[in-house]
């Protein structure tokens, strides 16, 4: 055995337990809203921006017709934080099924840091699909 | 009409023969043969027949070139693990009659085949070996005194305790099979005897933990629970490694200490 002693993979061994507890629970919330909830001929893009700028959530049920008006910025971060839960939680996975494969456990280090850079960009990519949703703030913020 | 007695149902053992049993049995010599292949053999049985019984019937009485590493015969020793039927068993513990027929025994999967049944367990040993799996107190007891062990202690270490080494349960780990410098389930279950023997000392128990806490440690366990279920001792070396991850992480979120 290795015992170089390793000051992150407890914390990570957490945050990978933390992070698949969390996912359940908002993926469940997820699958609710965009799959049990709202209808495939719901899904318009007015429908779209309406939940994600303003958490107004329009479709059908088998109950019947369902209108739910939340509080804008708790749908705003559950969508966030799906997507950071996700990303490390699926980026730390595979990075961990590579790094016990005794073949490449001499790229450890560009692995590394080919993954943390790879999940940051995705991260960026995501929230900036999710700001286009939101009127540039550069075309409402007026500094006059 | 049909009598009770012909209506019973046979068993899926004797279902095709109450006397005989066929055993598909792995033949292996490195410097002698190019692949590995399976001979048959049909052997009479007899109530309570262990693989082990039926693989020394055969050697004795049908092919003498059949290897096979044995020794106490009462699941004791470890000698004897072998891949049968699809699961990692004792021999001398696993009847012919409940696992099927025909019964199709291999050597352990994942470890170097030294002839037939018998495996290279060297680096098993290492990995054993790798967890200090001996008894290391922080201090010396005074003259005439004993290293005492309350009862609570012993029962929490109980579970692990039987432990014989055959190496089944490393040999069902995923992880195992490809990380070298994990120890795997059979290492990481002493490991945690002696993690949780209270005679060993905090500082001892600290020093352990974070030993096993390097990065190829006891965070490398997916959880899979293959070791529990094949361990011929009802050992669970998950649950132990959970239960030291747990603790290690604990350590961890008290920082303001």
């Not at chain 2, 009659?97 to 085949?113: A, C, I």
């Amino acid at each position: 055995m290795s015992t170089k002693p390793s000051k992150t993979a407890g914390w990570n061994w957490f945050l990978q337990r933390a992070t698949g507890v969390a996912l359940v629970v908002l993926l469940g919330f997820h699958f609710a809203v965009e799959h049990f909830i709202v209808g495939a001929h719901h899904i318009t893009a007015e429908n779209t921006v309406e939940r994600i700028t303003h958490g107004l959530i329009q479709g059908d049920h088998v109950l019947g017709q369902i209108t739910i008006n939340m509080p804008a910025f708790l749908y705003q971060a559950s969508a966030i934080l799906l997507l950071a839960f996700s990303i490390f939680h699926g980026m730390y996975g595979v990075y961990n099924i590579l790094m016990e494969q005794d073949a490449l456990k001499k790229y450890r280090q560009p692995l590394k840091y080919f993954f943390i850079v790879f999940s940051i960009a995705l991260f960026i990519q995501g929230v900036l699909i999710f700001l286009a949703f939101f009127e540039p703030f550069w075309e409402i913020y007026d500094p006059r | 009409m049909a009598t009770t007695e012909e209506t019973q149902k046979p068993d899926a053992a004797t279902a095709t023969d109450e006397e005989t049993a066929t055993l598909e049995v792995f033949r292996y010599v490195p410097e002698e043969d190019d692949e590995p292949y399976f001979e048959t053999f049909e052997i009479e049985t007899f109530e309570g027949m262990t693989v082990l019984d039926a693989l020394i019937k055969i050697r004795d009485e049908q092919d003498p070139s059949l290897t096979i590493r044995h020794s106490c015969r009462m699941a004791r020793c470890g000698s004897d693990a072998v891949y049968i039927n699809g699961t990692q068993r004792l021999a001398c513990n696993t009847q012919v009659r409940e696992v099927g027929d025909p019964v199709k025994v291999e050597p352990l999967p994942r470890f170097d085949v030294i002839r037939d049944l018998v495996v290279e367990m060297n680096e098993f040993y290492d990995r054993m070996e790798s967890v200090e799996p001996w008894f290391q107190p922080d201090h010396e007891p005074e003259t005439g005194e004993e290293y005492l062990q309350s009862p609570e202690n012993r029962r929490n270490i109980d579970t692990v305790l039987d432990c014989i080494w055959c190496g089944a349960c490393t040999s069902s780990c995923s992880p195992a099979a490809t990380d070298s410098d994990f120890p795997g389930p059979a290492a990481l279950a002493k490991a945690y005897r002696f993690y949780k023997d209270e005679r060993e000392g905090e500082e001892t128990r600290k020093r352990r933990l974070e030993m096993l806490e390097s990065s190829h440690g006891i965070y490398r366990c997916h959880t899979q629970f293959n070791c529990t279920e094949v361990c011929p001792k009802g050992i669970s070396p998950t649950e132990a490694i959970m239960e030291m991850s747990r603790d290690a992480v604990k350590e961890k979120l008290r920082f303001w200490r």
